[in-house]
C-alpha cells in the first residue's frame, strides 16, 4: 500500500507563473489536507477536501490560491501568479474518515521555490 | 481558536541520554487529541506518538513516552536512550473534535552528540 504521493519534489517557477501540486492520497483514504511550512517554522493548514468538496478552506489566502480533489485523481493546490513569498514546502495528508481521533499519513512535501 | 507553543526552538542530547521536549496548548475543549511528530532531513513527516485527552495514562512508543498534564494544558515528549536518528525537527500538534484541522507548534530542532 503506497504512502501518500506528492509531485513534484521540487518545483522552481518564475514570478508570475503558475504552480500546481498534486497530490495522492494513500488507497482507501478520501480526505486530504494541504499544509504550508515556511522556513524553521511548523506546518500551518490551509485547506481540507474530501472528494469533489471542500471542507474546510479557512487557511487559504483569499487570493491565487485553490485546491480541488475531483472525484477520480489527485487533489491539486494551484497557486496562480506566483511571488517570492510563496516559496516555502507543501505537505498533502489523507485519513480515511477524517474523524479526529484518526493519524494523519503527510506525503513528502513539494519544495515551491520562486524566483 | 486552539494554540500550540514549544518553548525551545533548539535541544541537544548526548547519545544514550534522554531528553524531554516541552509542548503546551491552549483550549477550551474537553475531548481532543494531541500529537508529536519528528521531521528529518528528508522532510517526511512522522508519527511518534498520539495521545487521547480523556485517557489519563500517558502514553508509550519503545523509547519515547509523553507526560501529559490535562489541568496545565501540557504535552512534554520524553526520548530516552537518545539515538543519532533521532536527530530532526520535533511538531507537537493538537486536534479537536469536528472536522477541525491538526494545528501544530513551531518545532523544537533536536540534536544528537556523538
Known amino acids: 500500500n503506497a504512502g501518500v504521493m506528492q509531485n513534484p519534489r521540487h518545483l522552481v517557477r518564475r514570478r508570475g507563473q503558475e504552480a500546481r501540486l498534486r497530490c495522492s492520497p494513500m488507497k482507501g483514504h478520501s480526505h486530504v489536507y494541504w499544509y504550508r511550512q515556511l522556513p524553521e517554522e511548523g506546518l500551518k493548514f490551509m485547506v481540507y477536501l474530501q472528494k469533489e468538496n471542500i471542507i474546510d478552506e479557512s487557511g487559504m489566502p483569499k487570493e491565487r490560491f485553490s485546491a480541488e480533489f475531483p472525484k477520480e485523481g489527485p487533489s491539486i493546490l494551484r497557486i496562480q501568479q506566483v511571488v517570492r513569498g510563496d516559496s516555502a514546502a507543501y505537505f498533502c495528508?489523507?485519513?480515511?474518515?477524517?474523524?479526529?481521533?484518526?493519524?494523519?499519513?503527510f506525503g513528502s512535501g513539494t519544495q515551491l521555490s520562486v524566483l | 481558536a486552539q494554540t500550540v507553543t514549544q518553548s525551545q526552538p533548539e535541544m541537544s542530547v548526548q547519545e544514550a541520554e534522554t531528553v524531554t521536549l516541552s509542548c503546551t496548548y491552549d483550549?477550551?475543549?474537553?475531548?481532543?487529541?494531541l500529537f508529536w511528530y519528528k521531521q528529518p532531513p528528508s522532510r517526511q513527516m512522522i508519527l511518534v506518538i498520539r495521545q487521547e485527552a480523556y485517557k489519563q495514562q500517558n502514553a508509550t512508543e519503545n523509547r519515547f513516552s509523553v507526560n501529559f498534564q490535562k489541568a496545565a494544558k501540557s504535552f512534554s515528549l520524553k526520548i530516552s536512550d537518545s539515538q543519532l536518528g533521532d536527530a530532526a525537527m520535533y511538531f507537537c500538534?493538537?486536534?479537536?473534535?469536528?472536522?477541525?484541522?491538526?494545528?501544530f507548534g513551531k518545532g523544537t530542532r533536536l540534536s544528537v552528540i556523538a
Open positions: 500538534a493538537y486536534r479537536s473534535g469536528g472536522n477541525t484541522p491538526l494545528v
Open positions: 495528508a489523507s485519513s480515511p474518515r477524517g474523524i479526529y481521533e484518526e493519524k494523519l499519513f
Open positions: 483550549t477550551s475543549e474537553s475531548d481532543y487529541y
